[in-house]
C-alpha cells in the first residue's frame, strides 16, 4: 500500500533555531504533497499545499516566510519552521496524493515538534 | 460560513455493538467525502472514500452511507471490538481541488 514517512518523529529545539522536516512517499510518487498542523483535541488544519517543482500555496494565516516548504521531487517534501518559538509547538504531519489516484491522501506518522 | 461537523466529541459503546458516526457539512456540495482513523500521537489512516453518486459503501465491517439532500454522512463500525478504539474523521474536498477540509473528530471507545 502508499506509505509515507517522516523524519524526525519528534524533535524538542530551543528557541530560535530552525527545525526541518522531511516528508518521503516511499511507494509511489507524489505531484501534490500536504503540511497540516494539528494542536491537542483539534483536528487537522492544513498549512500549505506543496507542488513538485513549484512554489508551495500557502493557507489564508500561515506566514510562508516562517513555514519554509520545498518540494524537490516526486517522493520529497520539506517543512523547515524557521526560527521557532514556543508557540510553534505543535503535531506536524504530511500528506501525499498519488499521481494515478488524485482522490485520497496518504499520511506520514506526524513529527511532534517542542519549541523551549 | 462553510463547516463540517461530527457529532460528538467522544462515543462510548460496549463490545459486540455497532457504533455510527456522523459527519455533517453545510454550504459545500462535495464530490465525495472521506472516512480518516486516528490513534493517539499518529497521522490519519485512510478508510473510506464515498462519492456523490453513491448510497452507501461498506468495507469489512466498516459501512459509510452519505445523503448529498440531508448533507450528511454516517459512519458504522458493525460488531465494534476495543481495537476500534481511535479518534475518526471525517474530511470533504470542497472546492474540487485536492484539499480536504476535516471535521473535529469523534473519539470512539469500545469497552471490553
Known amino acids: 500500500g502508499a506509505v509515507v514517512s517522516q523524519h524526525p518523529s519528534r524533535v524538542i529545539c530551543k528557541s530560535g533555531t530552525s527545525v526541518k522536516i522531511e516528508c518521503r512517499s516511499l511507494?509511489?510518487?507524489?505531484?501534490?504533497m500536504f503540511w497540516y498542523r494539528q494542536f491537542p483535541k483539534q483536528s487537522l488544519m492544513l498549512m500549505a499545499t506543496s507542488n513538485e517543482g513549484s512554489k508551495a500555496t500557502y493557507e489564508q494565516g500561515v506566514e510562508k516566510d516562517k513555514f519554509l516548504i520545498n518540494h524537490a521531487s516526486l517522493t520529497l517534501s520539506t517543512l523547515t519552521v524557521t526560527s521557532a518559538h514556543p508557540e510553534d509547538s505543535s503535531f506536524y504531519i504530511c500528506s501525499a496524493r498519488d499521481r494515478g489516484q488524485q482522490e485520497t491522501q496518504y499520511f506520514g506518522p506526524g513529527t511532534r515538534l517542542l519549541v523551549l | 460560513s462553510q463547516k463540517i461537523e461530527q457529532n460528538s466529541e467522544a462515543l462510548n459503546i460496549q463490545e459486540g455493538k455497532t457504533a455510527t458516526l456522523t459527519c455533517n457539512y453545510t454550504n459545500y456540495s462535495p464530490a465525495y467525502l472521506q472516512w480518516y482513523r486516528q490513534d493517539p500521537g499518529r497521522g490519519p489512516v485512510f478508510l473510506l472514500l464515498?462519492?456523490?453518486?453513491?448510497k452507501e459503501k461498506r468495507k469489512e465491517r466498516l459501512k459509510v452511507t452519505f445523503d448529498t439532500t440531508l448533507k450528511q454522512s454516517l459512519f458504522h463500525i458493525t460488531a465494534s471490538q476495543p481495537a476500534d478504539s481511535a479518534t475518526y474523521l471525517c474530511a470533504l474536498d470542497p472546492f474540487w481541488g485536492g484539499k480536504l477540509i476535516f471535521g473535529q473528530g469523534t473519539e470512539l471507545s469500545v469497552k471490553p
Open positions: 464515498i462519492r456523490e453518486n453513491e
Open positions: 511507494d509511489f510518487q507524489a505531484t501534490t
